[in-house]
């Protein structure tokens, strides 16, 4: 069983910057990685994943130019950097681990999930 905890979440003002991190225990991250977000009444989104073992990035619109996912399989640690931030980033981020090939931006392809961490944005 794969457990996921985020961290690095917190309060920015528009234009600033945070970087999530996300450890993994009880197991790796899988061929796939991801990080989704969810804001106040709206779905979950996905923002960007990963293929783990060549470390080839995919990004949502909203991610694109803006945010940069990594990994480091030393530490079994997935990362968002997010620069730029708005206040449409406000949100939920959760990391996700273990994703099917083929549909790696869908909620329903990663096995497991961290609990999230809160990115608030201020104008």
């Known amino acids: 069983q794969v457990q996921l905890a985020e961290s690095g979440g917190g309060l920015v003002q528009a234009g600033g910057s945070l970087r999530l991190s996300c450890v993994g225990s009880g197991g790796t991250f899988g061929t796939y990685a991801a990080w989704f977000r969810q804001a106040p009444g709206k779905d979950r989104e996905f923002v960007a994943a990963?293929?783990?073992?060549?470390?080839?990035?995919w990004y949502g619109d909203s991610a694109k130019g803006r945010f940069t996912i990594a990994r480091d399989s030393a530490k079994n640690t997935l990362y968002l950097q997010m620069n730029r931030l708005s206040a449409e980033d406000t949100a939920v981020y959760y990391c996700?681990?273990?994703?099917?090939?083929?549909?790696?931006?869908?909620?329903?392809?990663?096995?497991?999930w961290g609990h999230g961490t809160q990115v608030t944005v201020s104008s």
């Open positions: 990963i293929s783990w073992n060549y470390d080839s990035p």
């Open positions: 996700a681990a273990h994703g099917v090939s083929g549909s790696i931006t869908a909620i329903g392809s990663y096995a497991y």
